[in-house]
């Protein structure tokens, strides 16, 4: 991955259109209730502003990259929210475990010396 | 734009909080981390305060096209927001419900400032004229019928709306020169999303092949219509307002070739239909879309809501 963390296949090369991607089958009444073969879910990130970070946003349903920013484009940055989407396939993400808290996330309470409590000058600076 | 329609601009936005001169979201350095703003494009709103103003009026030539052009999307928009709750994906539900949005948008700038020439405004009308007195092309009235049908009615507009678009914002009027120059980025998405679609269905299964190329056979025969000149817009293309919509042919043929190409689909060999909505003759559709709606502005004059 680069620095920034741009995945491989960065966005603006999603264009093209993976034809073997799963199809909603055309429905008969029976199978109304559920496809047979559902869109897979993706997860999205917007970046609101240049300079800051790609936030998670939430999730959609796409077969592929291609319409997943797109769709990402429709749902997530309708009232101007972003200048920059990336889409993630919600399998690919790894997750911390959520019975091990203890073990992760306790260690640094109480901490403060690794906080830069003491410095003042860099105050109201924003982005930081 | 001069210094003083940008100051307008900005005051024109009313009660929704902007935050200081230029501090939009978009790629602005300096702009709040957390609060969202909408941004200082142009607003239907502003070009009504323009109007108050007396800073624009239009000619009758001039109102009378951006009549044409607003009623497209007038009467688009309202067949599009047909499709909310009913599509095939919740995503593209809120897609063709954007779309709708971006061209109930337009629709309204563009009728905004045609009615300066008359003293009516936006309101005015798209709720109090007659089914003749409308002027939308017959594509735009054209039913839903399914996905395929209206992504095939889609993709004639999108790229049809583009080339008008592109050539309107050298308008040497100035005001639809502004509104098509935000309606242009707005169509050059609704382009790729029809695009999109006609690919996908196209390569899909074989029932959504049958369905797209079934859906073009229908649209198709609404093509010529866009593309018609008379003696409007040849009075209106020498003063440079705008250019003969014959002109934009070539490049709709072209770019829809080369994505109907890459579908292997065929330009469906039908006829083409007579036409006349730009006479306000109109095909049995618009009749029930304006009954539907303008039924509440007219059996409620002047309610809010």
């Keep these: 991955m680069a620095p920034h963390g741009n995945p491989e296949e960065p966005a603006s090369s999603a264009s093209e259109i993976k034809r073997e991607a799963p199809k909603v089958a055309a429905a008969t009444p029976a199978e109304q209730q559920h496809h047979e073969t559902p869109w897979s879910l993706w997860e999205v990130f917007v970046r609101s502003s240049r300079g800051l970070s790609h936030v998670h946003a939430g999730s959609l349903h796409a077969p592929d990259a291609a319409m997943a920013l797109r769709n990402a484009r429709d749902l997530y940055t309708r009232r101007n929210e972003g200048v920059s989407i990336w889409v993630v396939p919600a399998e690919a993400i790894s997750s911390s475990d959520p019975d091990s808290k203890g073990a992760f996330f306790e260690s640094p309470q109480g901490k403060d010396y690794r906080h830069a409590t003491y410095y003042t000058k860099s105050e109201g600076v924003k982005h930081l | ?305």
């Design chain 2, 1 to 305: 734009m001069t210094d003083k329609d940008t100051d307008f601009a900005i005051e024109g936005h009313g009660d929704i909080s902007v935050g200081v001169h230029g501090a939009g979201a978009s790629g602005d350095g300096s702009a709040s981390a957390t609060r969202i703003t909408p941004g200082n494009a142009l607003r239907p709103e502003d070009i009504a305060l323009e109007v108050r103003r007396g800073q624009v009026k239009p000619s009758e030539d001039v109102a009378e096209f951006a009549l044409r052009i607003g009623d497209d999307g007038l009467i688009l928009a309202q067949r599009l927001g047909h499709w909310i709750s009913r599509a095939p994906e919740l995503e593209e539900d809120i897609a063709l419900g954007n779309i709708a949005l971006d061209q109930l948008g337009h629709a309204r700038s563009f009728l905004t400032y045609a009615g300066a020439a008359w003293d009516k405004s936006e309101d005015d009308l798209a709720y109090f004229r007659r089914e003749h007195e409308f002027r939308s092309a017959h594509l735009f009235e054209q039913p839903n019928g399914d996905f395929a049908v209206t992504i095939a009615r889609q993709f004639i507009v999108s790229y049809y709306q583009y080339e008008l678009y592109t050539q309107l914002m050298e308008s040497t009027d100035p005001t639809l020169a502004a509104i098509s120059a935000k309606a242009v980025k707005e169509v050059d998405y609704h382009r790729d999303h029809s695009a999109q679609w006609v690919l996908r269905l196209a390569g899909g299964t074989d029932e959504s092949r049958a369905r797209i190329i079934q859906g073009f056979k229908l649209v198709w025969p609404y093509v010529d219509e866009l593309f018609e000149d008379d003696e409007l817009t040849t009075r209106l293309a020498e003063a440079g307002v705008t250019v003969q919509p014959s002109s934009l042919r070539a490049e709709f043929d072209r770019l829809t070739g080369e994505i109907m190409a890459e579908a292997e689909l065929d330009i469906p060999a039908v006829p083409q239909a007579l036409g006349g909505g730009r006479r306000g003759k109109h095909s049995e559709f618009l009749g029930y879309i304006l009954a539907e709606m303008q039924v509440l502005a007219r059996e409620h004059p002047g309610a809010s809501w």
